[in-house]
């Protein structure tokens, strides 16, 4: 098993910055894909981006493309998410998420273990 642990969120104005963090516990890191998720009020959980083991391959959804960026430190058991140019739109909790595989997805059920989320607020 792993424990994952979010961190970094806050409030922030309408084209800032933020980076989260989340921390892993238990198993070894760089067994896990990882990804990152949101889930606003009202809304389903929605996937944001995700990274291979080795960190190689990422993907993002369309909506964070070119402002948002996933990348792992295998050596610090940590997995980040850089938010630039943040819109109110991106207001949620966000969650981090591991698979125990080495392909990567965007599909949440597809991930065994999760975060307590971290919660980003960004004021207009």
């Known amino acids: 098993q792993v424990q994952l642990v979010e961190s970094g969120g806050g409030l922030v104005q309408a084209g800032g910055s933020l980076r989260l963090s989340c921390a892993a516990s238990?198993?070894?890191?760089?067994?896990?894909?990882m990804g990152w998720f949101r889930q606003a009020p009202g809304k389903e959980r929605e996937f944001v981006a995700t990274?291979?083991?080795?960190?190689?391959?990422?993907a993002y959804a369309d909506s964070v493309k070119g402002r948002f960026t996933i990348s792992r430190d295998n050596t610090k058991n940590t997995v980040y998410l850089q938010m630039n140019s943040l819109k109110p739109e991106d207001t949620a909790v966000y969650y981090c998420?591991?698979?125990?595989?080495?392909?990567?997805?965007?599909?949440?059920?597809?991930?065994?273990?999760w975060g307590q989320g971290t919660q980003v607020t960004v004021s207009s």
């Open positions: 998420a591991a698979r125990e595989v080495l392909s990567t997805t965007t599909i949440a059920y597809q991930y065994h273990y």
């Open positions: 238990g198993r070894t890191f760089s067994s896990y894909a």
């Open positions: 990274v291979s083991r080795s960190g190689s391959n990422k």
